[in-house]
């Protein structure tokens, strides 16, 4: 049988890439057409998005696609991270520059939030964990900045949501990105227009809301005139990469419902696939969030600060002169000594300073720990404190849901860093099941093989991305000693959220 080509568009913080996936009625063969950085651009005071350059790389991306497999191009879908969004005018005309999740106004606005409305209110009627980077935080600082760009919004659409619209016309928002907004309700599945109208933000620009895999028209003409693409089709994928990534779990060895993931990159998103929300008081507590899935599941999961982290003091490091590739951090945090110090991950002083080394140096000094004194042991210390902190999540999923998971996929870019794979089996004491590493795409592009009618149910997808993929199994090891590092890294946390207490004069 002829190959089906299908073009899963990944953008994520830190890159953008065009892939194709080639499906020969039994296994997707990933290939790589197009790179290109992304980031941030800082204006002023703000940090924005370029959403016209990421639009520009992408065409540039769909015209090698074009050149290289021509009229075998099925469909075309679009992933990115969650929460960041563009508005449109009535005629279509993008209303601002579309903020970054890290723009500085977001604290100052999530503290208005918490004044505005109560937690309870706000989690029973989204069930997201509370972040300042949240879409909802996000509109009450526009809100309070510029109303006049959220009076003017005919149209509502997410970052993937956005490039969808560039590619075909369409204006409406897929359902796994929506439940990250924090305004989506998660057992009524419609937009929780209440919580914006109590917050004075206007509700007539939200979109329709389509599941994963749906048909979103054909490519526009002018857009196949210049990729010399034959008309694809524009299918929705689950567009918050974590949805797809998701999706693509190999679970053919550990079966349904058995297993935790991570979604291991910039952010390290543990959790649990479940057919419903969890919105316990409990669940409040813990700051849990529950995000869509593939047909209507649920990713009750934790966000943990991941391996920004390390990507930041990366770039610390290069420019006080001293330049590493990812895998030489690797090497030189493995020959650093163990347990040295530890930090919350989630501290939020790591959201984005100006120096990660140095912010991670004054936590060290805050909480009466030795600061990591060199590369391997800032890597060393990230690392084993990740590690430590998923321990601490699953042992909370494992309280709220009664399930013992006995495995952990870890999927995603991250599942590369063999060093976090091993302390992950270590400290949460489970085999670990690595790739795999391009897990994002494969999910993307498998859904879209599936509304083209080449795969059935979910757990098709998912023996599908078995044969496509190589995984790497971690088994635990050196259990005492993590045991009393768990042990070490609790009273951190209690210490350095004792310290938080009496600053804020609680």
């Known amino acids: 049988m002829n190959s089906k080509c299908f073009i899963g568009i990944d953008v994520g913080a830190e890159s953008g890439r065009v892939m194709a996936g080639t499906w020969d009625g039994a296994r997707m063969q990933i290939e790589e057409l197009h790179r290109f950085p992304n980031a941030g ?296 000594p163990a347990f040295r110090s530890f930090i919350d991950p989630d501290d939020s002083s790591f959201l984005n300073p100006p120096d990660m080394p140095a912010a991670i140096a004054d936590y060290c000094a805050r909480t009466g720990q030795p600061a990591p004194e060199n590369e391997g042991q800032f890597v060393r210390c990230i690392l084993e404190s990740l590690a430590l902190k998923y321990a601490t999540v699953l042992d909370a999923l494992k309280e709220m849901t009664g399930n013992w998971c006995e495995m952990i996929h870890i999927v995603g870019g991250g599942s590369r860093n063999t060093l976090l794979n091993q302390f992950a089996a270590n400290a949460c004491r489970r085999a670990v099941l690595a790739g795999p590493a391009e897990a994002t795409v494969l999910g993307n592009v498998l859904v879209q093989a599936r509304t083209a009618n080449e795969l059935g149910s979910l757990e098709d997808i998912r023996r599908a991305s078995w044969g496509s993929s190589a995984v790497v199994e971690y088994l635990p090891s050196d259990q005492p000693a993590w045991k009393a590092a768990h042990g070490e890294f609790a009273r951190i946390l209690e210490r350095s959220a004792r310290r938080g207490t009496a600053e804020a004069g609680v």
């Open 41 to 336: 651009v800082a204006v002023g005071e703000t940090l924005r998005w370029d959403m016209l350059r990421l639009v520009a790389e992408i065409e540039t991306g769909l015209c090698i696609a074009g050149r290289r497999f021509g009229g075998n191009i099925v469909s075309v879908g679009v992933d990115t991270w969650g929460v960041d969004f563009v508005l449109l005018s009535k005629t279509d005309e993008p209303l601002g520059w579309p903020r970054h999740y890290r723009d500085p106004r977001n604290p100052a606005a999530y503290a208005s939030l918490l004044k505005q409305l109560p937690r309870e209110e706000i989690f029973a009627a989204s069930g997201i964990q509370f972040m300042p980077i949240n879409t909802l935080c996000q509109l009450v600082a526009m809100q309070s900045e510029n109303p006049e760009l959220l009076d003017g919004a005919a149209h509502f659409l997410m970052v993937p949501d956005f490039i969808h619209w560039s590619l075909c016309g369409s204006h409406a928002v897929e359902f796994t990105n929506a439940t990250t907004t924090q305004f989506y309700h998660p057992t009524e599945k419609r937009w929780s227009s209440e919580i914006l109208a109590k917050l004075g933000i206007q509700t007539k620009m939200l979109p329709e809301v389509v599941a994963p895999g749906t048909d979103l028209g054909a490519m526009t003409r002018e857009l196949c005139r210049r990729t010399r693409l034959a008309s694809p089709r524009v299918v929705a994928p689950a567009t918050h990469d974590t949805g797809s990534a998701i999706a693509a779990v190999p679970t053919a060895r550990t079966g349904q419902g058995n297993w935790a993931y991570i979604s291991s990159g910039t952010w390290s998103l543990l959790g649990v696939e479940l057919p419903r929300p969890i919105l316990s008081a409990r669940a409040l507590e813990m700051n849990i969030t529950n995000e869509g899935g593939v047909d209507g599941s649920y990713r009750v999961l934790k966000n943990i600060m991941g391996l920004w982290l390390v990507q930041r003091c990366r770039l610390s490091f290069e420019t006080s002169g001293a330049a590493f590739r990812y895998d030489e951090l690797t090497l030189r945090a493995d020959a650093a």
